[in-house]
């Protein structure tokens, strides 16, 4: 996903943009709409600040997975001490898992459930994919 959001921004911050703005809850659901209306965020620079600290962040927890997995690569040939790997390995995987968990707590903010409900499952799955590792790791 960062590959995607460094590269080509658009196939992802115009989606941010409709979650952000509510646009297909007020066009599908406009009563609900009406109910919740108050959390949009309708600036475009607002918006583009929240798609920069995400892919930020994306971008932060890319590298610190790949750390993580160079790091038990180590500690399988014994260059690296285990626990210390498996420390890193941990803060990669925390910072994937609350990536897409951070993903369903904002998204729930704006009701993205409504209209952007393959969003939401992927994110749930991706938030579970992580917990799992998180404790697959730990065992």
């Known amino acids: 996903g960062v590959y995607e959001n460094l590269f ?35 600036n475009a620079g607002v918006q583009k600040a929240l798609f920069g600290l995400i892919v930020c962040w994306e971008l932060l927890a890319t590298i610190a997975l790949w750390i993580g997995f160079g790091a038990m690569c180590g500690a399988l040939i014994g260059w690296i001490v285990p626990q210390m790997a498996l420390s890193l390995a941990l803060i990669g995987v925390l910072l994937f898992t609350s990536t897409w968990a951070g993903f369903l707590v904002v998204g729930n903010w704006f009701c993205y459930w409504f ?16 917990i799992v590792t998180a404790v697959l790791l730990i065992v």
């Open 8 to 42: 080509y921004p658009d196939l992802n911050s115009t989606f941010t943009a409709e979650v952000l703005e509510m646009t297909r809850m007020r066009e599908a659901y406009p009563e609900a709409y009406d109910r919740v209306a108050h959390r949009r965020v309708t």
């Open 115 to 130: 209209c952007h409900e393959g969003a939401q499952n992927t994110h749930y799955q991706m938030t579970l994919w992580g």
